[in-house]
T-cell receptor, first 111, second 115 residues
């Protein structure tokens, strides 16, 4: 079975802090994705990567950056966390361009 | 632009069939998906359909695609309490140059099962 893990289930950070969210997949997938999920807005794509060191902006990249130094790991970085970044963050990976497999999510609260 | 619409709530009695509907706007969608999210969990891929198909059946799940009307539906036969979840419709596009495709999701339909 495909396994996608995220470093934390719950995280509380202060405004202005630098935040790292880590995602690891164990199926040698080329493609990895970061989404945020908010009530009434569904899931929105932040960034994705189709290869090591490659990244592309999704629909809402502002305020975020990403890092993909190894194939199995895709990190989402909030350089200076703000309260409007309080959300559920979901990581996904896929081998082909579809059939994305999701991690359990990280619920981030910025106070 | 891309937009995926679905109702926010659906309530059905246990044992009945549930039909969750979705409309999308981009006619160049190549794959359409249904994901299930149980409370406190990530999204689980339930099924998908390629855009040149009309129907796909997998055990209790039936997916119908009307490409002319850009309408997708998920039918769950004999709905059980374990089917209570949020169901997301999603589409992907074939991007020029290939590579990864992010999905465009609807806002999700909360399926509520009445005893």
């Amino acid at each position: 079975d495909v396994k996608v893990t995220q470093s934390s289930r719950y995280l509380v950070k202060r405004t202005g802090e630098k935040v790292f969210l880590e995602c690891v997949q164990d199926m040698d997938h080329e493609n990895m994705f970061w989404y945020r999920q908010d009530p009434g807005l569904g899931l929105r794509l932040i960034y994705f990567s189709y290869d090591v060191k490659m990244k592309e902006k999704g629909d809402i990249p502002e305020g975020y950056s990403v890092s993909r130094e190894k194939k199995e790991r895709f990190s989402l970085i909030l350089e200076s966390a703000s309260t409007n970044q309080t959300s559920m963050y979901l990581c996904a990976s896929s081998f082909r361009a579809h059939e994305q497999y999701f991690g359990p999510g990280t619920r981030l609260t910025v106070t | 632009g891309e937009d995926v619409e679905q109702s926010l709530f659906l309530s059905v009695r246990e044992g009945d069939s549930s039909v969750i509907n979705c409309t999308y706007t981009d006619s160049s969608s190549t794959y359409l998906y249904w994901y299930k999210q149980e409370p406190g969990a990530g999204l689980q891929l339930l099924t998908y359909i390629f855009s040149n198909m009309d129907m796909k059946q997998d055990q209790r799940l039936t997916v119908l695609l009307n490409k002319k009307d850009k309408h997708l539906s998920l039918r769950i036969a004999d709905t059980q309490t374990g089917d209570s979840a949020i169901y997301f419709c999603a589409e992907s596009l074939h991007r020029v140059g290939g590579g990864a495709d992010g999905l465009t999701f609807g806002k999700g339909t909360h399926l509520i099962i009445q005893p």
